[in-house]
C-alpha cells in the first residue's frame, strides 16, 4: 500500500507515497486506484480511499480535481475537498492532503516546526505555471519557515519522450527539465524541473522518486494510457492544538 513513509524527524508529521497495492480495484486498474472518479467505479474509489485512511490513520483526505496549474487553497475541514486546483495547504492537524498522480510528480511539503504542510501535483503544465513556488508562498502565509519537499515517483528523464520543439519551449521556462531519453530523443526530466524550482524557493529536496514507467507497482499513464490509474502523496500533521 505504501511505497514509501516516513516521519518527520523535526516532529509529528507522516508523509506516504502510495504504489498500486492493498485496494480492491480490478484490473487493469488493480488494486489501490485513488483516481478522481472513474464511470461506474466510482464505489471501488470510495473504498480504496477509505482503506487508505484507514491505513494513515486519519478520517479522510482532502483532495483536488486537478487541473494542470498552480492554484492553491487552504483547507482547514478534515476531508474537504475544494474543488479545482493543484495545490493545498494546511496548518491543522488531523487535515491530511492527497494528490494524485500517475505521471506527473507529486510533492509534499512540511514544516515540521511550524505545522504547515502541503502538497502539489507538478506535471510539466503546472511545473510550468509555477505550483512549486506557489504552494511555498501558500505555507510562508500560514507561517512556515524552514520547508521540507519530498519529490515523489513521477516519469523519469530518460523516459519521457516529447517533441523537440515542446522540449525548447519547457526548457525555456524550466532549464533543468532538459533531457534525452535514453534512445536519444528529446524528452523532460520532471525531477529536475521541480527540484530545481524548490532549490529557488529555498526548501530542501528529498527525493523519493522511482520512475512510473519502469515500475510495474506503480501506475503510469505513459505505459498504460487510459488503463492507468492513479496513486497518492499523503501528509499530515498529527497531534492537538498548536501555538
Ligand atoms: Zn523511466
Known sequence: MFASRERSEFGPVDIAFTDRHGGISSAPFDSLDVSRSRPGRDAELASNLARLANAFAVPGFATMHQMHGAEVRVVDVP?????????????????????????????????????????????????????????????????????????????????????????????????????????????????????SQLDAAGCTSNDRARCTRESDDLYSHRRDGDRSGRFAGLVVVRGGERD
Do not use: N, Q
Open 79 to 195: 476531508g474537504l475537498a475544494p474543488g479545482r486546483c493543484d495545490a493545498l495547504v494546511t496548518k491543522t492537524a488531523g487535515v491530511a492532503l492527497c494528490v494524485r498522480v500517475g505521471d506527473c510528480v507529486p510533492v509534499v511539503f512540511a514544516d515540521a516546526a511550524t505545522g504547515v504542510v502541503g502538497v502539489a501535483h507538478a506535471g510539466r503544465a503546472g511545473m510550468v505555471a509555477g505550483v512549486v513556488g506557489a504552494t511555498v508562498d501558500a505555507m510562508r502565509s500560514l507561517g512556515a519557515t524552514l520547508i521540507e519537499a519530498y519529490i515523489g515517483s513521477h516519469v523519469c528523464g530518460g523516459c519521457y519522450e516529447v517533441p523537440p520543439a515542446m522540449r525548447d519551449e519547457v526548457a525555456g521556462l524550466v532549464p533543468a527539465a532538459f533531457a534525452c531519453t535514453r534512445w536519444g530523443t528529446p524528452s523532460l526530466d520532471l525531477g529536475a524541473g521541480v527540484r
